[in-house]
């Protein structure tokens, strides 16, 4: 593989760096925030999901009695 001399390297990474879409704060904002919600409902689902295995396996053990 051909080395490529640092200022090289340097200018191809500005120009890719440079076409690159960046998100506005808004969207920023907005992407964060749902992704918090999406833990939030994830956490949730799996609470639920554990409870009702733990629950199952201590049914089908017998030390729900």
């Keep these: 593989m051909?080395?490529?001399?640092?200022f090289t390297f340097?200018?191809?990474?500005?120009?890719e760096v440079s076409k690159v879409t960046w998100p506005s704060r808004r969207e920023t904002g907005i992407t964060t925030v749902m992704v918090?919600?999406?833990?939030?409902?994830?956490?949730?689902?799996?609470?639920?999901?554990d409870q009702l295995l733990s629950w199952g396996v201590s049914l089908l053990l017998g030390f729900g009695a």
């Design 36 to 49: 918090f919600v999406m833990v939030f409902l994830a956490s949730i689902f799996f609470l639920l999901a």
């Design 10 to 15: 340097l200018q191809q990474a500005r120009a």
């Design 2 to 6: 051909a080395k490529t001399n640092p």
